[in-house]
């Protein structure tokens, strides 16, 4: 959801008369959120995409339905995403890693050229691209992505995600009922505001409509809807995402993290102030190469590094991509910690007094922060390093010279 776009051909009214070159009527379709108050898109179809001849329950387990760990003791956590197997496609190899009622996040490993279309009826997704680069290919267009860039898909997009030589390492988020820029970085009208970390111009927007491909598209068509957690495959003997045009605000788009603009400040800023998106009781944040707190007066200078804290409303969680963490006991890139509320958590020991009078940080990372506790399930219990909650006791050793803003 972010400005109003177009893209290809549409009537000057909405629900007025509007044909093909052939002279045939096309169907109007709108996606609207939240009933008929929220923000919408219409689209203007060859063939009514409500055309589907059958439609059939569908498993992928690992993804939907996945399973919770049964017990799930409270202490600090490393899940090892690193040590999961490339599998299937940006779908059927996706597994969900841990839950709750607002939030599933999930990892995706493909090594097979992308199937079936798949339209996310529960919320909003939300992929990080740590490895790969392609294009998405949905009912808005085609949308090239590149590595390390967010591509946010709104709730009941049917699409197909395609990564360069079918390999990649996709962080799914998928916010319910929604996830997208936060009510804050907006104005009353809308625009990204000049506070934002980021403006209207940093958002890739889909470049061109689909056309039927008999190489590229099967026939009969399968979607994959996913809604109240169970699959159905729905099929439709012709292609129903043949669009001639369509305008408005829905539609999915890519974001670099790179192109996150990071705020430092004279004291430690909590991190929450690197929030990216945001959905219903979460947050996800974008840690980024930058210059850190720089406060001196006397003998006394600001600690960049965080200290010990206490959220004691939320969990937190942080995707490690690359940078200076990488020094940090057990953690390399895709190693993923769940600190949740209830416990402290703070820097291993000797980082914070080793983090004064540096001038910057390298480490790029994503974070997410919830309400809610997230419970794990077997898929990411199977990769986890079981004694990461015991490595603050430890004794100090010379490699840890790295921290995070969390
Ligand atoms: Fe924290």
């Given amino acids: 959801m972010l400005h109003r776009l177009t893209l290809g051909r549409i009537p000057a009214k909405p629900h007025t008369t509007f044909h093909d070159e052939d002279g045939r009527l096309l169907m109007e379709q709108m996606v609207t959120r939240q009933g008929f108050e929220g923000p919408y898109s219409i689209l203007y179809y060859r063939t009514p995409p409500t055309d589907e001849f059958e439609v059939s329950p569908l498993k992928l387990p690992g993804f939907c339905p996945f ?13 090892k995403t690193q ?24 990892l995706a490993k493909p090594c ?4 079936r279309f798949f339209s996310n009826g529960d919320g909003d997704e939300l992929y ?23 591509v946010l898909i709104p709730k009941g997009t049917a699409y197909r995600l395609h990564l360069e030589g079918d390999r990649g390492t996709l962080l799914v988020f998928e916010g319910r009922p929604w996830l997208g820029i936060p009510g804050e970085y907006r104005n009353r009208w809308g625009q990204i505001t000049d506070f934002a970390p980021y ?29 109240a957690d169970e699959l159905s495959v729905h099929r439709y003997q012709h292609f129903p995402l043949d669009v001639v045009g369509w305008d408005g605000v829905l539609y999915p788009v890519a974001f670099s993290i790179h192109d996150y ?24 944040c974008s840690f980024v190469p930058r210059k850190v707190d720089y406060f001196e007066r006397g003998d006394s200078r600001a600690i960049p590094c965080p200290y010990a804290h206490s959220s004691v409303d939320m969990d937190e969680i942080l995707y490690y991509v690359e940078g200076n963490f990488t020094s940090r006991r057990g953690i390399s890139s895709e190693s993923i910690s769940l600190h949740p509320q209830g416990v402290t958590h703070g820097p291993h020991p000797g980082t914070y007094q080793r983090s004064v009078g540096t001038e910057r940080t390298d480490e790029l990372a994503v974070m997410c922060d919830t309400y809610e506790p997230l419970r794990l399930t077997t898929t990411a219990s199977g990769v986890e390093d079981k004694d990461y909650h015991l490595s603050w006791v430890r004794h100090e050793s010379p490699g840890d010279q790295a921290w995070t803003s969390k």
């Fill in 83 to 106: 040590d999961l197997r490339p599998a299937g496609d940006y779908l059927t190899g996706r597994r969900t890693l841990m839950a709750n009622r607002n939030l599933q996040i999930g």
């Fill in 128 to 150: 990080f691209v740590n490895e790969g680069s392609g294009f998405v290919e949905s009912v808005y267009g085609l949308l090239p992505f590149r590595r390390h860039d967010y």
């Fill in 112 to 115: 097979e050229p992308a199937g």
């Fill in 67 to 79: 399973e919770l760990v049964k017990e799930q003791p409270l202490h600090r956590r490393h899940i």
């Fill in 199 to 227: 403006s209207h111009r940093d958002f890739r927007v889909p470049t061109e409509l689909l056309a039927f491909d008999a190489k590229k598209h099967k026939v009969p068509f399968e979607l994959v809807v996913k809604q």
């Fill in 261 to 284: 603009q990071p705020k430092t400040g004279l004291v430690h800023l909590p991190p929450t102030i690197h929030t990216t998106f945001a959905g219903e009781g979460f947050v996800v």
